[in-house]
């Protein structure tokens, strides 16, 4: 997300364009990882729809986590509405530093957020570090399938030819660095899956 675009512009582009794609990757998240109860955190979690998303088709609870109060208080009225808010936490603070304890997690998600943080290597230590022994972290950024994938960048480019101007560089720089940054931090095991759902790392701790 651009630093000038508002938590209330990126809930309405959810709301109107993104809405979709939450349901199918919340869907291949749980398939891959058969984690359906314990804690989840949705790192970067914005208005919290793919949490809500795994939260309707798992026991998880989940904690949705942002740097911005704005975007998690939109993820909290959401919550509300849903009728999860009892199975949901609302935690504000940096990837770079997670207050949460070590092996605290089941599973953590992310979509969409990674290519703003400013240390990956430091980030995805963090992630591991919060996991369970044998917990799992799925984390990238996509649209859940081609046709998807196709139908929203034709809306957004219609919107905004420069749509993704801001950040295209950074998703390059990550997908380059991320397999020796992985590789040094030595998890049970991790995969890349770069097809038509996206670009996912899939960490297993
Ligand atoms: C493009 S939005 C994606 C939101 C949501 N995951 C989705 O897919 O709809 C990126 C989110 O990451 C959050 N974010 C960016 N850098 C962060 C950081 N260093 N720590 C925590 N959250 C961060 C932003 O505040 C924003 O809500």
């Not at 290519?115 to 984390?139: C, H």
């Not at 929203?152 to 295209?168: L, V």
Request: hydrophobic share 40%; glycine share 10%.
């Amino acid at each position: 997300m651009k630093k000038e675009t508002s938590p209330q512009s990126f809930d309405r582009i959810v709301r109107e364009v993104f809405a979709p794609i939450y349901p199918v990757i919340a869907g291949q998240i749980i398939a891959k990882s058969g984690i359906v109860s314990g804690k989840c955190l949705d790192v970067g979690c914005g208005t919290g729809a793919l949490g809500r998303a795994i939260a309707k088709i798992t026991d998880l609870e989940i904690t949705f986590f942002d740097r911005s109060e704005e975007m998690l208080e939109l993820a909290k009225g959401y919550a509300n509405d849903e009728n999860i808010a009892n199975r949901c936490d609302f935690l504000q603070g940096d990837i770079h530093s997670i207050g949460l304890p070590s092996g605290s997690m089941d599973i953590v998600i992310s979509r969409g957020s990674s290519p703003f943080w400013d240390d990956w290597r430091q980030a995805y230590s963090e992630i591991i570090r919060i996991l369970k022994k044998g917990g799992m972290a799925y984390i990238g950024g996509g649209f859940g399938n081609a046709e998807l994938r196709e139908q929203i960048t034709r809306t957004m480019t219609q919107n905004n030819p420069d749509w993704r101007k801001s950040f295209k560089d950074k998703v390059v720089a990550e997908r380059e660095a991320l397999p020796d940054i992985l590789r040094s931090l030595k998890p049970s095991h991790f995969e890349i899956i770069n097809d038509d759902s996206g670009f996912w790392s899939v960490i297993t701790k």
